[in-house]
């Protein structure tokens, strides 16, 4: 029967099916992520890369620079420490400095240039201390009508009357107290002169002294009596003349030295030994 009406038909297991096939294209189309330009691009890490490249190297540089200034800056203030860089001609001295340095080297003599020598030292026996000089004689004049010389020793302050002088404290209270017991009113102490300033020639001779008053002071001997025979041969003209008087006066004392008299005449030689040095 021939009709104008077509009648269309699908099976519902076939719509189903393309219904289905068409929700998962939809459904796969959906979970596509939109691509995003982050960290884990490779285009990313070949930025990063190439932006830690570009630090680096720019505080290598930095770095080289900075040392190699440095180092030409050390080397500079070393050289300056060293010695400064003057011109040539500084090192050529003129007229008036050559003069200057002649007249140097010619007055730069021993003979100008003082030296000190050291003081004196040992225990003493002292018979009184007075505030004026005539005091002090008449207590010097009392002692010596007992047969006692002695020697007024003037300080800044007064005037000290000595009688013999000892190497140690204990043969200096020995001595007092033989005097004390014989009446007089004394005792032992210590006592030292001042530093004496000469030429470096005059000092070695000096000094020469210094030892052997030292050595007769502990004890006296033949050797040591030949070596003060041996300190006066000396050249008057090697000497000031205050140092060729006190060799005369070291001469008249040794020249009536013995053993009983031996600590009041090393005494003397210590007193004119200390007006050296005023």
């Avoid at 004196?120 to 004026?132: D, E, M, N, R, T």
């Avoid at 002294?209 to 025979?229: H, N, P, R, T, V």
């Amino acid at each position: 029967m021939d009709s104008k009406y077509q009648i269309t038909y699908r099976r519902s297991d076939d719509q189903e099916k393309e219904s289905s096939a068409y929700q998962e294209t939809a459904a796969s189309v959906t979970k596509l992520e939109t691509y995003q330009y982050g960290q884990s691009s490779s285009k990313y890490n070949r930025e990063r890369k190439r932006w830690w490249t570009k630090f680096i190297l720019t505080v290598s540089s930095a770095v080289l620079v900075g040392t190699v200034f440095g180092l030409i800056l050390v080397s500079i203030f070393r050289q300056q420490g060293e010695g400064q860089i003057v011109p040539d001609d500084l090192f050529q001295p003129n007229q008036d400095q050559a003069v200057i340095t002649d007249v140097d080297e010619e007055g730069e003599d021993s003979d100008d240039i003082e030296t000190d020598v050291g003081r004196l030292s040992a225990f003493v026996i002292q018979a009184g201390a007075f505030q004026s000089l005539e005091q002090a004689k008449i207590a010097q004049e009392n002692f010596l009508l007992e047969k006692y010389p002695s020697v007024i020793w003037e300080t800044d302050t007064d005037y000290r009357v000595f009688l013999a002088a000892y190497p140690t404290k204990e043969i200096a209270k020995q001595v007092g107290e033989q005097f004390i017991d014989g009446g007089f009113d004394v005792y032992a102490r210590d006592w030292q002169s001042d530093s004496v300033s000469v030429s470096q020639n005059e000092a070695e001779w000096l000094n020469q002294f210094k030892s052997l008053w030292q050595d007769s002071l502990a004890g006296y001997s033949d050797s040591i009596k030949q070596e003060w025979l041996e300190w006066f041969n000396v050249e008057e003209k090697q000497l000031s003349e205050e140092l060729n008087d006190f060799c005369q006066q070291v001469k008249a004392v040794l020249a009536e030295f013995n053993e009983r008299s031996r600590p009041y005449d090393l005494l003397v030689l210590w007193y004119h030994y200390q007006q050296l040095a005023t």
